[in-house]
């Protein structure tokens, strides 16, 4: 059974530029939730989607969006990028939105100049 | 809201026992997880409390007193390999999402 995939592993931007991530969960898992990662601020929450519905988001400014296809495939997006959107983009999958652990993408690394 | 709180490092040496604390502040109470994760890679699953108690698995164990709202990971007969972040995470009910600690540096020296 394949895992948790991230497109891409890496890129690099310039402030202003947006960006655009990948996640495809593991096959029969509905929940996608996305985590910004950095040495300062640990795992942060993002949002989670299920059912192509974003059931929840984090406090993150309005620059950071994202979206879940009918096949669970969930896409985030960050405009206007800032140097401090420089993170670790982690994805990851359950089963559905109560029961089970995380299983989590190697995530997408952003640098942002 | 939910607030996590775990120490930041922990040093310990291979072959000894180590345990890392967890303690929580949260509504809607759904679970506590604790997850692995070694340099430049993803977290991974290793251990889950709803109910109080011990659950062990293998060398490791972990333990959840919902009361206290506190945890604790134990690992036992440490090898080099064990030498990652721990991550203490909370799960809040329908909300869908877990909410993690900063995560815990453990190093482990020969």
């Known amino acids: 059974k394949a895992g948790v995939t991230q497109t891409p592993r890496y890129l690099i931007k310039t402030r202003g530029q947006q960006v655009t991530l990948s996640c495809s969960p593991i096959?029969?898992?509905?929940?996608v939730s996305w985590y910004q990662q950095t040495p300062g601020q640990g795992l942060q929450f993002l949002f989670e989607?299920?059912?192509?519905?974003?059931?929840n988001k984090g406090n993150f400014p309005g620059r950071f969006s994202g979206r879940q296809f009918s096949n669970s495939r969930s896409e985030m997006n960050v405009s206007t990028l800032e140097l401090g959107d420089s993170a670790l983009y982690l994805c990851?999958?359950?089963?559905?939105?109560?029961?089970?652990?995380?299983?989590f993408g190697e995530g997408s690394r952003l640098t942002v100049l | 809201g939910q607030n996590i709180d775990q120490p930041t490092e922990m040093t310990a040496t291979e072959g000894a026992i180590v345990q890392i604390n967890c303690t929580y502040q949260?509504?809607?109470?759904?679970?506590l997880f604790w997850y692995q994760q070694h340099a430049g890679e993803a977290p991974t699953f290793l251990s889950y409390?709803?109910?109080?108690g011990l659950e062990e698995k293998g060398r490791f164990s972990s333990f959840l007193s919902r009361s206290k709202g506190y945890s604790y990971l134990l690992l036992k007969e440490l090898q080099m390999k064990d030498s990652a972040s721990y991550l203490c995470?909370?799960?809040?009910?329908?909300?869908?999402?877990?909410?993690f600690g900063d995560g815990t540096t453990l190093t482990v020296k020969p």
């Open positions: 949260t509504s809607g109470f759904n679970g």
């Open positions: 096959s029969g898992h509905r929940s």
């Open positions: 409390n709803v109910l109080d």
């Open positions: 990851a999958s359950s089963p559905d939105r109560n029961t089970g652990e995380l299983f």
């Open positions: 989607y299920f059912s192509e519905t974003q059931r």
């Open positions: 995470a909370v799960r809040v009910t329908n909300a869908g999402k877990s909410t």
